[in-house]
């Protein structure tokens, strides 16, 4: 305040003060004694200090680890979709909202899918359940609750006969500029007080708009006799100021190292890269007698090269590998109630090759739902843009 | 050392293996050959090349 | 639980824990698919009955 301006006589609040002790301001008086007293004050005043300036960075919430490199590891490459022999999905759709459809899954001559299989799907606002059940008895089923915008708990369950059960529970909290993750699998507690199972704790926190680095801890005891373990991986994951391309690392407690690149070259094309380094130790035998004499670090490493091309009625996946396979997958709707899926893959340096064809049938189970398919709306009119089914 | 006093055939094998074939065996190859397709496969991915791959719809 | 000595569980309770344990799996198993099909059908508007519910070919 410049000393020219007569200071008005009475209006004690013009008054400059010490700098870093404050009268209190009308909002403090009304607040309660965690608010009003100087201590607290002081603190909640470092705390909005740095939280300005933690907005002032202007930071996204980086995503999950989950998905660190899902662009490339789901979206583009075909390790996702890849199945051999035959198989027919007969999808059923209730609703749209709330998504309520079930399916029917048949397939014939795969080592890994059943024979037949039933799954329901349900999803509102805020709850999603999933549910499969296969001709072996065995089960899979996912329950995901969101709580508000930035929690969400997660239930996986895996029954199946003959076979331990696997139980899930995850906790996952998205803030501003970080995310966190909370896992146990089959946890419990035995009578001695001792954790058994697998935890998993993860941390993604944003750096720049652009850059996040994160963590994560594995606590692991099978056994309440054996010992624990522990192990911590780093991530990081890199996104390009126009998001048109993505780059992710992660250096892996079991001594592997993953990178990948992705790029969206067209509005419809993607390209994905993405290398695999696994160290690992292999024990020696002696040569002679056959005993082993020690070990030997080796180090395992792959590249796989993948790209997907979107067209209005076909998708086209293709990926090339640095261990000599070539694969493809190739998704075609014929009818907007039949789509045809073809999957090939070869092995140049080990002289093999796989191959599956698949239907999958989209069928309506009720009335407004059949029309949409047939790209009506519920009073017979045709609709304006193509519906998405 | 000439092959004469060795015992024939164990160690003429060994001999035969060049630098590359060593250089073969040890893990930095693998590192080596994967970081540097990694490498290709990003400039790859960048270059107007793959810009070209793009069909013109 | 750390604070619990061991033998404060009898045989008789422990056996009642996995009891209760192996019937929530079964539970779990057989019920999980029902439930979320009970969930979806509580929630759409037409109400199909069991049979379109169950089966792969279209209802209308």
Same mark, same amino acid.
């Given at each position: 305040?410049?000393? !020219? ?278 024990? @020696?035998?002696?040569?002679? @007698? ?28 293709? !990926? ?70 | ?57 | ?60």
């Amino acid at each position: 305040m410049s000393s !020219s301006t007569p200071l008005p006589l009475g209006d004690f609040s013009k008054i400059n003060t010490i700098p870093g002790v404050s009268p209190m301001t009308n909002e403090q008086k009304n607040g309660s004694f965690w608010s009003s007293n100087p201590i607290f004050s002081y603190l909640n005043d470092v705390y909005n200090n740095i939280h300005a300036h933690r907005q002032s960075l202007s930071l996204v919430n980086p995503g999950t680890i989950e998905n660190l490199n899902k662009e490339v590891s789901r979206d583009v490459f075909l390790t996702q979709y890849f199945f051999t022999g035959l198989r027919a999905d007969l999808n059923k759709a209730f609703a749209l909202n709330p998504a309520f459809q079930t399916s029917h899954t048949l397939s014939m001559g795969s080592p890994n899918l059943p024979s037949y299989a039933f799954s329901a799907l349900f999803a509102n606002d805020n709850l999603f359940m999933q549910g499969n059940f296969d001709n072996e008895m065995s089960l899979s089923g996912r329950l995901n609750y969101g709580w508000d915008k930035n929690n969400i708990s997660k239930v996986t369950l895996q029954i199946s006969q003959g076979q331990p059960t696997m139980c899930q529970l995850e906790q996952d909290y998205q803030g501003s500029d970080f995310s966190l993750n909370l896992k146990a699998l089959n946890p419990s507690v035995s009578t001695k007080g001792e954790f058994t199972g697998v935890a998993v704790g993860s941390i993604l926190q944003s750096v720049t708009p652009q850059f996040a680095l994160g963590l994560e801890a594995i606590y692991s005891r099978g056994q309440s006799t054996m010992p624990a373990d522990a192990a911590v991986s780093y991530v990081t994951r890199y996104v390009s100021p126009k998001q048109d391309w993505i780059f992710s690392g992660q250096l892996q407690a079991n001594g592997a190292l993953i990178t990948s690149f992705w790029r969206k070259v067209a509005p419809n094309v993607e390209a994905g890269l993405e290398t695999t380094l696994q160290a690992s130790m292999i024990p @020696i035998s002696d040569p002679v @007698i056959g005993t082993p004499i020690g070990v030997q670090p080796t180090i395992e490493g792959s590249t796989t090269l993948g790209c997907k091309y979107e067209y209005r009625q076909s998708v086209f996946r293709g !990926s090339l590998d640095s261990n000599g396979k070539v694969g493809c997958f190739l998704e075609r709707k014929i009818l907007p109630t039949l789509s045809v899926l073809f999957c090939g893959e070869i092995d140049h340096f080990k002289q093999e090759s796989k191959l599956g064809c698949g239907l999958q049938f989209e069928t309506a189970g009720s009335e407004e739902l059949l029309m949409m398919q047939q790209g009506l709306d519920a009073n017979g009119n045709p609709l304006q843009a193509a519906p998405q089914i | 050392m000439s092959a004469r006093f060795g015992i024939p055939g164990a160690q003429a094998p060994a001999k035969k293996q060049s630098k590359l074939e060593q250089f073969r065996q040890t893990p930095a190859y693998p590192i080596l050959v994967n970081v540097s397709l990694f490498i290709a496969g990003v400039a790859f991915i960048q270059s107007p090349l793959m810009d070209m791959m793009a069909p013109q719809l | 639980m750390a604070f619990l000595p061991s033998f404060i569980l009898s045989d008789e309770s422990k056996e009642r824990i996995s009891k209760i344990l192996n019937l929530s799996q079964t539970v779990a198993h057989y019920g999980w698919l029902p439930f979320v099909l009970y969930l979806g059908w509580s929630h759409t508007s037409n109400r199909p009955n069991l049979f379109s519910l169950l089966s792969p070919l279209p209802s209308v």
